[in-house]
């Protein structure tokens, strides 16, 4: 299994910016999409961006535009650049493979949104 650590969240104030990590124990996660998710008190966990093996990205509606993922496969690290931060962003980011048969969910980071 695949261990997963997210990193980098934190309080910020409508507007501001936030640059998620995500750091992988193996190397096998160059070879996979990967996916940033995220899960606000009391909603179901979403997918809010995507990225393949080869740098194709897309994004959910709620975030296009705002949100930039991106990797770097000999670091096996992903990235979320989160700009102009609305409180409806706020929740525990985690990442994954974005696949039915997830590795191991690690603990999230906190992003919360507020004045």
């Known amino acids: 299994q695949v261990q997963l650590v997210e990193s980098g969240g934190g309080l910020v104030q409508p507007g501001g910016s936030l640059r998620l990590s995500c750091e992988a124990s193996?190397?096998?996660?160059?070879?996979?999409?990967m996916g940033w998710y995220r899960q606000a008190p009391g909603a179901q966990r979403e997918l809010v961006a995507s990225?393949?093996?080869?740098?194709?990205?897309n994004y959910a509606d709620s975030v296009k535009g705002r949100f930039t993922i991106s990797r770097d496969n000999a670091k096996q690290t992903m990235y979320l650049q989160m700009n102009s931060l609305k409180p409806e962003d706020t929740a525990v980011y985690y990442c994954?493979?974005?696949?039915?048969?997830?590795?191991?969910w690690g603990q999230g980071t906190q992003v919360t949104v507020s004045s």
């Open positions: 990225i393949t093996s080869g740098g194709g990205r």
């Open positions: 193996s190397n096998i996660f160059s070879m996979y999409t």
């Open positions: 994954n493979k974005v696949s039915r048969n997830s590795w191991n």
